[in-house]
């Protein structure tokens, strides 16, 4: 059996890991940040969206959502982003939306997973209970023989309920993780190889606000642009970290590498690289 056709979705829901252990105070300054951080993303790529803050949740919107998944899972701070679909937060809503979104795949078994967050009146287990009741009898009415499976199932319907709005989605893009680039201190960069520009990617993953100096590959650049990486700063390394009141300098040296490349400066050198295998 094909699929009917492509699901009408209402924007990207976005979530975020290590920034919710953080204290309140530092959740809601990343959290911010990350949103600025998205819409930047979104200039670069030339991507329409907005993003509102749901809760523990981010939601972006705009006329191309998937164009927004592809901006989210290239945004340090994302952990996953799901098209979805936005109802109402009523049990009403999320069984009548339900069986659409799930008949626009081709599958037997399915299992609904919900969670919820909020004061509804219902459980995440009423939830899947009567959302999965509608998905089967729908599915039964379409002449398909579905049975429930919770255990690896070929469909699986997601429902997230918040406060203000229920989310219902299909599937989970996994992002990069980390924490909003630009939450932490300043650090110039090291650009002369792939070696250096994974040690820059992963500080800007860790917040750095990161930027090169000195003599660099150039084809790097437009590659670490696209993730967040700084303007190129002027003068060499120990010049340019002064100029731009880096905090530190970052290298993408290796145990492998006999002799440091970075001359003793008046600030750290950090060098991500040293504790990963080659």
């Known amino acids: 059996m094909t699929p009917t056709t492509e699901p009408h979705w209402d924007g990207v829901l976005v979530r975020f890991g290590e920034i919710g ?3 309140a105070p530092v959740r809601s300054r990343m ?5 600025t951080n998205l819409l930047d993303q979104m200039i670069r790529r030339g991507t329409e969206g907005d993003v509102e803050a749901r809760g523990s949740r981010l939601m972006l919107r705009g006329p191309d959502p998937k164009a927004l998944l592809d901006t989210a899972v290239h945004t340090f701070g994302v952990v996953s982003a799901s098209l979805v679909r936005r109802v109402a937060p009523t049990m009403e809503a999320i069984v009548a939306a339900a069986p659409a979104l ?3 795949r081709p599958w037997t078994t399915f299992a ?6 909020g004061n509804q009146g219902f459980s995440s287990q009423d939830v899947a209970v009567q959302a999965g009741s509608a998905i089967h009898r729908a599915a039964t009415a379409a002449g398909r023989t579905p049975k429930v499976k919770l255990t690896g199932p070929e469909m699986e319907l997601h429902v997230d309920v918040r406060q203000d709005a229920a989310y ?3 599937d989970g893009a996994e992002g990069p993780g980390g924490i909003p680039t630009a939450t932490q201190g300043k ?3 090291l650009l002369r190889n792939r070696n250096d520009a994974l ?4 500080m800007l993953r860790r917040g750095c606000a990161v930027a090169p100096a000195g003599e660099m590959d150039a084809s790097l650049v437009p590659l670490l642009r696209g993730w967040g990486l700084s303007k190129p700063q002027p003068g060499m390394i120990a010049e340019a970290a002064r100029y731009w009141k880096a905090m530190a300098i970052c290298s993408g040296e290796t145990l492998t590498d006999s ?7 008046a600030l750290p050198i950090l060098r991500p690289l040293y504790g990963l295998d080659p």
């Open 102 to 104: 799930a008949l626009s």
């Open 31 to 35: 959290v911010s940040r990350l949103r």
């Open 112 to 117: 609904v997973r919900a969670r919820r967050e």
């Open 259 to 265: 002799i440091p490349s970075v001359a003793p400066a």
């Open 199 to 202: 040690a820059a990617w992963l």
């Open 168 to 170: 219902l989605f299909l």
């Open 187 to 189: 650090v110039i960069c």
């Open 21 to 23: 252990i953080k204290s």
